[in-house]
């Protein structure tokens, strides 16, 4: 037998197993199709029963469940028929399966008879239903059809069974013939190895050359791989090195040397060449594989912004194998922290330069300021001028923020102007700036440069059409390294710079030892305020207020002082301002508050009646939560011999309702209210009406010039028309003659206070001359 004849001969054996074979699963499968069915029909059957047997009276959705119930049995039913061809049940016939079939057609009928009987009980078909008086009739009958069906469903099964037995002994038969035949096929062929064996090991070494490139093409196929034979002539790749070595990858064809396939991608744009020539890049990589061998690796970078490594291994017969992987992803994230990075320095550069600089200037901060002389004051002298600009607000308030802003970026340019190299002019402030002079600057260089400075600030400054009137001040301090703090420095240029404001502004003050003495005794004090505010220092003092045609006593206005233990009695201007900058003035005022109603208390006690008594209070005061229940607790009864004096009565239109509110909430438990140092520009005739005072009190600074001043007196005049016209009394204080009392009684005041009646007292002074003096003789013995 040839080995043509012997190929025919195993193609029609092996025909002949996979007919059998498939025929074997085909009708194995379907008797286990129709096992399959039969449970499902089997469990239908039973689920019917257990609904039968649930609901002796079937109500709608018991029968809608027992129809659907016996609609699935049915088609388990009738695909048992249905689903064979006519071949298909011929053959079946002939392995016994006839009384199956019989058994499906009788279930079908079956089915559908019950399923009858009850959709015509629901339908309410009398011709149908005959004999069925009652639903548990009904039930009866419908369980013995249901019955009938399990019986069916249960008789089905040993026909399946003796089928499915009788396939597998075909199976088996059919399999072993054809066995046998393959046992005396494979005979024939072992022979015929035999034969071929020679030739076999001939072809062995051809193999085994073959075997090494399988092997080193497999060892790379996660990526772009191919062989090029001894002459580098591709033999083959995988579709992965066509699309890495050519923009076109079906031009890749095996046949085709390194270096055509290289000069074809090069000329098509496959490679990113920077610059050089098509022909300079293909003879340098060329010059790489002949400087380091085909074992190398090269980096190669793609158009597109696509990278690759190329690698070659040389096998022992001189075969190349070639492996290109794709290393873009790992390239752009490299590319992308290189620029995270450096955009992470250049934004901790700017974010440092900006904390560095004033955002609006664009001048070095008071951070910077500070650095800047921490470091400066450990080696060498200092010199620093202190600026802060006069009249600023009322360009914000008039002309805007953006005229401010203007204003400060332009004396920003005039610091630039004036200063030089090593000089370190900042904003440190709203309108406050330092310039921090260079090394080996003298106090007196500084001062000149302050001069100078202040020359320019003055020159007229125009923001749109409207001319911007400002000027201002220069502290000028110098210090020496271990001597002074930076913090220290920056006090003393301070305290130059109120002493320049408080000599007219627009003026250049250095600072002295007197100014340091200040600056020390200020410190002491702000050391000491909060402990004496504790143990009773500060200590309300009393003015007396006198009716202006009798000067009788009509009351007392309470004034803080401070009872230093080193410095006497101070007055308030020496420490009022260190509370508001230690945030004490709650504090102060409620000390002074609480100790006034004691006194007031204990002179009621002793039969010494004060007529009236006034605390000052500003606006920010009146407004604190705790202030009404404060007043209320301490003062529970007679609260109309109180008054309280609104120092910021402008404040009035500035807080709005709130502020109408809490003095509102005053009146209505009793107490007064007047405005303080009214005329002094402080007050405005809108915030007396919207407050209603009881009390107009005129500035010092109005009658001081009476006597003198016709002006001055027509002023008085006309204030107290406006409060008689608004039923208000008038206070006048600072009368410090017996002329001034004179005029002012007969102008109108109701009541007078000043220094010619009596300067303020301490409450056992104010004790002893109400005790000494009978209330109805004239007070100016007091």
């Given amino acids: 037998m040839s080995l043509r004849q012997a190929l025919v001969f195993f193609a029609l054996i092996l025909a002949l197993q996979i007919g059998v074979s498939f025929l074997g699963y085909r009708y194995l499968t379907l008797a286990s199709e129709y096992r399959q069915r039969n449970l499902v029909h089997l469990n239908l059957v039973h689920e019917s029963l257990d609904v039968l047997n649930e609901n002796p009276v079937l109500g709608a959705q018991a029968a809608q469940q027992l129809h659907a119930l016996l609609e699935g049995a049915r088609a388990q039913a009738r695909w048992c028929l249905d689903n064979l061809s006519d071949f298909e049940r011929r053959a079946v016939l002939r392995l016994g399966a006839g009384p199956a079939f019989d058994i499906c057609q009788s279930a079908l009928t079956a089915t559908f008879q019950t399923d009858e009987l009850l959709l015509a009980t629901a339908r309410g078909d009398r011709l149908l239903v005959e004999g069925i008086e009652s639903p548990d009739d009904l039930n009866r009958e419908l369980t013995a059809g249901v019955e009938e069906l399990q019986h069916l469903s249960l008789s089905f099964r040993p026909y399946v069974d003796l089928i499915e037995e009788q396939l597998v002994r075909i199976v088996k038969t059919g399999t072993a013939v054809i066995s046998l035949c393959l046992v005396l096929f494979f005979v024939f062929l072992a022979r015929q190895m035999a034969r071929a064996w020679h030739l076999h090991m001939e072809q062995a070494r051809q193999l085994n050359r073959m075997s090494q490139r399988v092997t080193a093409a497999m060892e790379a196929s996660k990526d772009g791989f191919a062989i090029f034979d001894e002459e580098n002539r591709l033999v083959t790749c995988n579709d992965r090195y066509r699309e890495l070595s050519h923009v076109h990858p079906d031009k890749v064809v095996p046949g085709m040397t390194l270096t055509e396939i290289l000069a074809d991608a090069v000329e098509s744009g496959h490679y990113l060449l920077r610059g050089v020539s098509a022909k300079d890049y293909i003879q340098n990589y060329n010059q790489r594989i002949v400087n ?138 709203g309108d406050e700036f330092v310039v921090l002079c260079r090394s080996g600057t003298t106090l007196e260089q500084a001062q000149t440069l302050a001069t100078r400075v202040l020359q320019a600030v003055l020159e007229p400054v125009v923001w749109g059409n409207k001319r911007c009137n400002f000027g201002a001040s220069f502290g000028v301090a110098h210090g020496v390294p271990g001597e002074i703090t930076a913090s220290e420095l920056l006090s ?271 409450f056992a002074e104010l004790k002893k001359n109400l005790e000494r003096l009978d209330l109805g003789d004239q007070v100016s013995n007091l």
């Fill in 292 to 429: 380091h061998g085909f074992c190398t690796e090269t980096q190669l970078e793609l158009a597109g912004d696509r990278h690759i490594v190329s690698r070659v291994n040389e096998t022992d017969f001189g075969d190349k194998v070639v492996t290109r992987i794709c290393i873009t992803d790992l390239v752009r994230n490299e590319r992308e922290q290189r620029r995270a990075a450096q955009a992470l320095k250049e934004t901790k550069d700017r974010l440092e330069l900006q904390s560095l600089s004033d955002p609006l200037t664009h001048l070095p901060n008071r951070r910077h300021l500070d650095r800047e002389l921490s470091r400066r004051l450990q080696t060498e002298p200092v010199a620093l001028v202190r600026i802060d600009l006069d009249r600023f607000k009322k360009i914000n308030d008039i002309l805007g923020h953006e005229a401010g802003d203007y204003v400060l970026c332009h004396v920003a340019d005039v610091l630039r102007a004036h200063t030089k190299a090593g000089d370190v002019p900042a904003r440190v402030g």
């Fill in 492 to 762: 003393n240029a301070d305290a130059a710079l109120y002493r320049a404001k408080a000599s007219g502004r627009g003026a250049v003050e250095v600072f002295t030892s007197e100014m340091r003495a200040e600056v020390l005794e200020e410190r002491a004090l702000s050391d000491r305020l909060p402990y004496a505010i504790e143990v009773g220092e500060i200590t309300p003092y009393y003015h007396t207020q006198h009716d202006a045609l009798t000067w009788h006593l009509a009351g007392v206005e309470v004034l803080a002082r401070w009872e230093h233990p080193d410095r006497g009695v101070l007055p308030p201007d020496r420490f009022l301002g260190i509370a508001k900058q230690l945030g004490l003035e709650a504090e102060l005022d409620g000390c002074i508050f609480y100790r006034a109603v004691a006194d007031m208390r204990s002179l009621r006690a002793e039969g010494i009646l004060v007529p009236r008594v006034a605390f000052n209070v500003s606006a920010a005061r009146i407004m604190q939560p705790s202030f009404i229940e404060t007043v209320r607790a301490r003062i529970p009864d007679q609260r109309e011999s109180y008054a309280f004096e609104i120092l910021e009565s402008i404040s009035c239109e500035d807080e709005g309702e709130a502020l109408i509110f809490c003095i509102d909430a005053l009146k209505d438990l009793g107490f007064q209210i007047d405005v303080d140092d009214f005329g002094s520009g402080h007050a405005s005739i809108n915030g007396v009406l919207n407050i209603e005072p009881d009390a107009l009190k005129i500035d010092r600074n109005i009658i001081f010039p009476l006597g003198k001043s016709e002006r001055a007196e027509r002023m008085v005049a006309s204030v107290v028309d406006l409060a008689h016209t608004l039923d208000v009394k008038i206070i006048a204080e600072g009368v410090d003659t017996i002329e001034k009392a004179k005029t002012l009684g007969a102008i109108g005041c109701d009541i007078l206070q000043g220094f010619y009646f009596s300067k303020p007292r301490s």
